[in-house]
């Protein structure tokens, strides 16, 4: 019996539909496994089809496109290591959540998904059949299981893996980025470890999808928890891993581990990530987006530059009469400073034109909200036209608790492809603001150095609509506001838990009726990237009707 056996790790970033490109991918790593003399190259959960790919898996024509681009695989992979790929598997009038071991030109090996995530973003039951208790497969004269992904969570699939003969656990995952996350997995796999006593392959994906970003940090645990290799957070790469056999089993060599970023690198980079990768993978090259002088659009604005390049990003400036010039001046400061296209572009004559055309029909009634949002939608107007004329994609600036309260105007300052900061509320956007002007990363393609002036971190928060506006005059300061909303929305708590926290019920009930009646507008808002659980999009689905508030 062989005494060393090497897995090459395809931690990898696939594109949702590219069945080609995915391919590609894959035939990349397998060659990289072939000449470095693996056993076997893994890549992650439904690779050949991106992941998460939601109801596309389930028509007909993808899954024998699939199978199509799967056989080509396994005929172009045959003289070598074997290949394991996720993919969907339909058979018998059922789909299942597969991975494929091909070896010899053809599927050697298959695993069906036993335990199917049903929960935040993942709706498996409703797409997948659950597949049987299943033993290992094997590669050369070892044995190997392979939980798939959710399998790992429950301790009876790799119990079964382990009680049927498992030499050592290779876990192929779609596992998507929230906050702390890294922690949570290794917590659940180190039980799984202890439970088997088998040395455990974690391989997780790379990349943006949607909402979602994968952080890769795939790793490798030895017997009783021990951490041997662990690849980097975020990054695409293709890792040769070597497990020998001693006389008490397989055991994974070590290797000097990559550092997990803290919570406010990996919360900035899911943000870089997913704006570069929606922006790659939908084929758009350059973003605009209006810069206002306030922190919100300041930080898009950075973390377009990071994503993309100071080149591929506009920065508009659209003044009415009610723009400060200390904004005028923040504005052009952050634009200067990443070294972004700045434009101008007043609005005031536009303004009076609309203001005109109306006047016959609001004769008689007063200013108020109505003329306020008219300047929003105005601007959302105008970098609509400028976004269909240069081909460049308008980005959204909303923090997270604009978008939960509806502080923000549909069609307004709402438009735009992609939201950049939506998962991020605005206390959230200070700090962050302050973590990136201390800190610069190779992956970031802004420049170094303070990017947003402390003069905006600092000012009061205002949309400038009218005279003197601060968002305080109609909302309770965004410390307590996020802290209401961290209860209300990411702990799905209640008035009563709001009011045990020290908060005074009555605002919290109105925070609440904001959150509900603001439902419409979420539905029809840009996505952005997820960074918590409690994400304004598949985490969170709420009827836009709904008449009920909490009576505690």
């Known amino acids: 019996m062989a005494d060393r056996f090497r897995i090459t790790l395809g931690q990898l970033n696939p594109t949702v539909g590219d069945l080609a490109g995915n391919a590609a991918l894959a035939r990349e790593a397998w060659q990289a496994g072939k000449a470095a003399k693996a056993d076997m190259v893994a890549l992650p959960e439904m690779f050949i089809t991106g992941y998460n790919a939601q109801d596309l898996v389930m028509k007909p024509a993808f899954q024998r496109d699939v199978m199509a681009h799967i056989d080509a695989l396994a005929a172009d992979c045959a003289d070598g290591p074997a290949l394991a790929i996720g993919a969907p598997l339909a058979e018998d009038g059922e789909l299942y959540n597969a991975y494929l071991i091909l070896k010899g030109g053809k599927i050697a090996s298959r695993v069906l998904k036993h335990e199917l995530p049903n929960e935040t973003v993942f709706d498996e039951v409703r797409i997948f059949d659950a597949g049987p208790l299943g033993g290992p497969y094997s590669v050369g004269n070892t044995r190997i299981g392979s939980p798939i992904c959710e399998d790992a969570w429950h301790p009876d699939v790799s119990e079964t893996l382990a009680e049927t003969g498992a030499e050592f656990l290779l876990v192929p995952n779609g596992s998507p980025y929230y906050r702390n996350k890294m922690e949570t997995r290794l917590n659940v796999i180190v039980a799984r470890v202890v439970e088997t006593g088998l040395p455990l392959i974690y391989l997780n994906m790379v990349g943006g999808q949607d909402d979602q970003v994968f952080d890769g940090a795939s790793f490798g645990l030895n017997p009783g928890g021990e951490l041997a290799v ?42 870089v990530q997913g704006l570069r990768d929606y922006m790659d993978k939908t084929g758009f090259k350059k973003v605009l987006l209006g810069l206002s002088g306030g922190i919100d659009s300041a930080i898009v604005a950075t973390i377009a530059a990071d994503a993309l390049g100071p080149e591929n990003v506009r920065c508009v400036m659209l003044p009415s009469e009610y723009t400060s010039q200390g ?24 303004r009076q034109a609309i203001t005109q055309t109306l006047a016959p029909l609001f004769d008689g009634t007063d200013e108020g909200l109505t003329e306020e949002n008219i300047q929003s939608r105005l601007r959302g107007l105008l970098l609509m036209a400028l976004s269909n004329k240069f081909g460049e994609m308008l980005l959204t600036t909303g923090n997270k608790s604009e978008v939960a309260v509806g502080y923000a105007t549909i069609y307004g300052d709402m ?61 309770p300061d965004y410390p307590e506001l996020d802290a209401l909303l961290d209860i209300l929305v990411d702990q799905d708590g209640s008035i009563a838990d709001c009011v045990a926290a020290g908060y005074d019920r009555d605002v919290a009930k109105k925070i609440e009726h904001l959150i509900y009646i603001s439902e419409y507008k979420r539905f029809q808002s840009a996505p952005g990237p997820r960074l918590t659980k409690g994400a304004f999009w598949l985490d969170r689905r709420y009827p836009i009707v709904n008449r009920w508030r909490d009576p505690s």
């Open 327 to 350: 904004s005028l001046d923040d504005a052009e400061a952050v634009a200067k400073a990443l070294g972004c296209q700045y434009d101008y572009v007043p609005i005031k004559q536009g």
């Open 230 to 271: 662990q690849l980097p957070a975020f990054d695409s790469t293709i890792a040769h891993i070597d497990l020998e056999r001693g006389a008490e089993g397989w055991r994974i060599v070590p290797q000097t581990p990559a550092l997990y970023p803290d919570d406010f690198e990996a919360d900035y980079r899911v943000c």
């Open 415 to 475: 438009s735009g492809g992609y939201n950049p900061i939506k998962d991020m509320y605005k206390t959230r956007v200070f700090e962050t603001c302050r973590w990136r002007n201390a800190n610069h990363r190779d992956w970031m393609k802004g420049p170094e150095g303070t990017m947003i002036p402390e003069t905006i971190i600092t000012k009061p928060p205002t949309a400038e609509l009218r005279e003197d506006q601060k968002d305080s005059d109609s909302l």
